[in-house]
């Protein structure tokens, strides 16, 4: 028996959608805004500032230290106290460079290559989709910036909804906005932890590893959907 055919597809955000950004170009844009705000906070090292090029990297996997069980996507007073702490980790780095950090970090998101034009095939065969992220700050105004806001028909945002990933309620609430039973939904994601709440719900879960490149492939998911 074949299984039912996908009419809605549920994509994570950061690292699915989005790439995170290169971390040196973080950390210049936060240096930048520190000078251009008259900081005399001293600048780390070049050795210092090559250490938290790699943490920057790995930023959300070592704020688990702190924050296990994603707490911080509830609030966004919380996700920058958490997003402080990590960052401190790192030897050198002072509060004006953190908060520099924090307040361009929106910046560095990009939307893959290949986001849009799966995004625009998707709605034109009729698939509807939604953004289902942990997250604490609102991203709609980055996708909007890419122009692919308009090609999704919803959000369910943790901070917004209570909810966090991989509890299935939030995948409950994806369905609603899709307007599909479980078995006819897709969900794209690139976390093994995260992404695979839904299948409790009979949502069909696709795992993408982290990419180097601009391209992401999310053309699979259009072989997925027919």
Aim: net charge negative; with cysteine.
């Amino acid at each position: 028996m074949l299984p039912e055919p996908i009419s809605g597809v549920i994509f994570d955000f950061h690292g699915t959608l989005v790439d995170g950004g290169d971390s040196e170009r973080w950390i210049a844009d936060a240096l930048r805004r520190l000078a251009e705000n008259g900081s005399t906070e001293p600048v780390p090292s070049a050795g210092q500032l090559a250490a938290l090029r790699g943490h920057l990297d790995e930023i959300w996997h070592h704020a688990h230290t702190f924050d296990p069980g994603s707490e911080r996507d509830l609030s966004p007073e919380l996700h920058r106290e958490v997003f402080g702490r990590t960052v401190a980790m790192c030897a050198g780095v002072g509060p004006g460079l953190i908060a520099a950090l924090y307040a361009v970090m929106p910046d560095q998101w990009a939307v893959f290559e290949d986001t849009a034009p799966v995004l625009r095939e998707l709605k034109a065969r009729g698939v509807r989709t939604v953004v289902v992220s942990n997250i604490a700050v609102d991203i709609r105004p980055c996708l909007k910036r890419a122009g692919v806001e308009e090609l999704l028909d919803g959000f369910v945002l943790s901070f917004e909804v209570g909810l966090v990933k991989p509890d299935p309620a939030i995948y409950a609430r994806a369905l609603e906005v899709l307007g599909v039973p479980g078995n006819r939904a897709l969900m794209v994601g690139d976390s093994p932890r995260d992404d695979v709440g839904g299948v409790p719900l009979k949502i069909r879960t696709l795992i993408l590893p982290k990419t180097d490149g601009p391209v992401h492939g999310l053309g699979t998911v259009l072989r997925m959907v027919g």
